[in-house]
């Protein structure tokens, strides 16, 4: 779905991320940490082409993030991050901490850059894709839906333990629960009884809530 649609129809409550992304100050400064492919920020950068747009990750690939992004390439569990404190008013970390085995580095930068009043999202998958069923067919492999479905998965977060930690880091947590897209959660009594997709699991992944977040500021 391409995130345009939120910028002529306030349809954006009915989607966890993009609800997030509409409480960035107009013009504001996003920071995506374990940006990968791209594809969030393209939905960012739909919705708000006004806002102005940093990324790093590990590998990352720049060329396909949004137009004048700026890119940074490091491992956020040791390095340190250019710019300089309190540049942004957002930050998005999806689905990068199930990834990595501490956490402090990644926290003490978000609340380094973050300006006073800035909030930090975080995405990870629930426990209950532990016992999920691997894809079937030609998605084996190429979509995760059991947790270990992805190698690079290290371990589950929890998100009590993940507040703690970030309280700890000094921010205060505002709220978190599972993250869905409601439109597409809706669409899977539709794909049930259909063959194996790319939008059947998707679908389903928001029926079943398969994420949590939590949204913390500074």
Known sequence: MNWKIYRLFPFYYLDTRARFVATIPRFGYLLDIGSSDGNTLRHFY?????????ATDINGMPEKYP????????DIQKDTLPWEDETFDAITVMHLVEHLSDHDNLLATSFRLLRQGGKVYFETPRPKSLVLDSPKGKLLGDFTLNFLDDVTHLQIVNITRF???LKEHGFTVMNYGISRNIMFALLYPFFMFLPASRGKYVSYAHFIGWSNYIIAIK
Do not use: N, S, V, W
């Open 67 to 74: 137009p004048g992004c700026q890119f940074y390439r490091c």
């Open 163 to 165: 507040a703690r930690l």
């Open 46 to 54: 739909e919705m708000r082409p006004d806002i102005k747009y940093y």
